[in-house]
């Protein structure tokens, strides 16, 4: 089974565990498996090395005391003779394999150096000196024990040869390898203290909040929108929960959209539909309620019906990326005189008055329904939502190269912790529209949607509570008049 698999605290556990045994096999091979091969090593270079310190100090009149000191100091036996064999300097360490041999031996020695370029190096088992007949009871070398011979052929100033002979043990005292033992004992129980501290240490910043995340996340999936991620520890993990946490709210967000959508889709769809049943029952019932009025009444509310059903479709296909704008350069002056007429007559019936307060003509490149829509829109809220003055302004100007539309009201006003919302989808304020009309929530999303789909375009509202609204949007001015063309 892959490492990857296992709950991660096992997987951080096993992986350390396995780095710690690779790190305990490596430091026990070397600090106690190579410990001889090393020692005999370093041991060989050192009594080459102070061979040829005593070469280099051969002429010295202090060459005895160096020798003494040298011979203690590095636990060596040093015998330097000239080419007859005579034994000028002998400095012998207990046991040794030199003060076993007699000078003809020595210069046997010299010899092997002689025909071997100068040096010769030889290691020797204290075990096999019986067969080399040094097996006397002066000679008490431990048994086991590996030594080595050096001998160095050199000139004095006198340019008179000489031969250093060196006899060192190569093998480490059994104390050294206790010491290598505990040592090597040490670091395996701090490496294995190690591994279980950083395993909880990683478990606990780790695996414990990703465990406590994926509970919550259970929790979110089975339907608790108000579950909260808690995870603390790593930049990561705390980065996962903070966009957990963002994710649990915005999907509680958009399950209050859907269950307010459902209720607001079902309650627009229902209350044209009772009004057109029970007109038309009650004509089926009475004939002489057959009347123009009621029909009209059934007329209106279809048409009510119509208009929601092809908001909404809009909405979703702006959304979706399916509308296509039919881009046109209208005189967008003309357009809103058109729209303000159309109300007009109406609202002066009602009492009502629209204001409106434009150049002659300006142009634009933009989807001329669309836009219709949109001003549609504002104007019905600002009538919807009109001051005691039952006043609306409209107003046109131009702002740098952009013409501005206005559409103001004295009415309500909205709260500020309401306004980033009111272009949301279906989103309708607690406050009863002045007129009673009973809102879609879909009015601002269209003027959103159609204007975010214009290049340039910008729309918004400056309102506050009590002194009415200022809703706009900005559509770039068209440069050249009529001519469709220069813009395509
Ligand atoms: P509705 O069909 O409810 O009017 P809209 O999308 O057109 O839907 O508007 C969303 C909300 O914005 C409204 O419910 C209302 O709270 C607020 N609103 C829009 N226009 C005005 C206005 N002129 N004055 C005050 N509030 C407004």
Not at 89 to 114: F, T, W
Not at 124 to 135: F, K, R, T, Y
Not at 169 to 194: E, Q, R
Not at 312 to 340: C, H, K, P, W
Request: proline fraction near 2%; charge should be negative; charged fraction near 20%.
């Amino acid at each position: 089974m892959s490492l990857y698999r296992l709950p991660l605290k096992w997987s951080i556990f096993f992986s350390l565990a396995i780095f710690s045994i690779i790190v305990l096999g490596v430091l026990w091979f070397f600090q106690i498996g190579m410990l001889n091969t090393f020692y005999r090593t370093i041991k060989t270079s050192d009594v080459q090395q102070n061979t040829d310190t005593i070469t280099s100090i051969i002429d010295n009149p202090e060459l005895d005391s160096y020798i003494e000191v040298m011979s203690y100091r590095e636990d060596m036996s040093i015998v330097i003779i000239s080419d007859t064999g005579a034994v000028i300097h002998k400095y012998l360490r207990q046991p040794s394999i030199l003060g076993a041999l007699s000078d003809s031996e020595y210069l046997s020695y010299y010899n092997e150096a002689k025909s071997n370029d100068g040096s010769y190096l030889y290691f020797i088992q204290s075990d096999s000196l019986a067969v080399n007949g040094l097996n006397d009871s002066s000679l008490s070398t431990e048994v086991g024990v590996e030594n080595l011979i050096y001998a160095k052929i050199i000139k004095n100033s006198a340019n008179e040869e000489l031969a250093i002979i060196t006899e060192s043990s190569v093998t480490p005292m059994p104390s050294l390898f206790s010491v290598a033992v505990v040592t090597a004992l040490v670091i395996s129980c701090g490496i294995v203290f190690l591994t279980l501290t950083i395993t909880i240490f990683l478990t606990k910043k780790v695996a414990k909040p990703i465990e406590s995340l994926t509970t919550s996340a259970m929790d979110m999936a089975s339907g608790d929108a108000d579950v909260v991620f808690k995870g603390d520890g790593f930049k990561e993990v705390i980065a996962l929960t903070d966009a957990l946490n963002y994710a649990s709210k915005q999907i509680s967000v958009v399950e209050h959209l859907r269950r307010e959508l459902l209720a607001n889709v079902s309650h627009d769809l229902r209350t044209p539909l009772t009004l057109m049943k029970g007109y038309t029952e009650m004509m089926l019932d009475i004939p002489e309620e057959v009347t123009p009025e009621n029909l009209q009444i059934i007329v209106d509310e279809t048409e009510r019906l119509t208009n929601l059903v092809n908001d909404m479709l809009d909405l979703s296909r702006m959304q979706s990326g399916d509308l296509v704008l039919n881009f046109t350069t209208f005189d967008i002056i003309a357009l809103l005189n058109e729209i303000v007429k159309r109300h007009s007559a109406l609202l002066s019936r009602m009492g009502y008055s629209i204001k409106l307060e434009s150049d002659d003509s300006l142009w634009v490149y933009a989807d001329e329904l669309k836009i219709s829509q949109v001003i549609y829109n504002l104007l019905s809220n600002a009538i919807n939502y009109v001051g005691e003055d039952k006043l609306v302004i409209v107003r046109a100007i131009t702002r740098d190269n952009n013409v501005r539309i206005e559409v103001i009201d004295h009415g309500i006003g909205i709260d500020v912790d309401k306004i980033s919302h009111i272009w949301d989808r279906y989103y309708k304020s607690d406050n009863n529209h002045i007129r009673g009309v009973v809102g879609t929530g879909l009015g601002l999303s269209i003027v959103k949607n159609v204007m975010t789909l214009h290049p340039g375009a910008i729309y918004g509202v400056d309102s506050s509570i009590g002194a009415g609204s200022k809703f706009y949007i900005e559509l770039p001015i068209a440069k050249g008049d009529e001519n469709d063309e220069i813009y395509e």
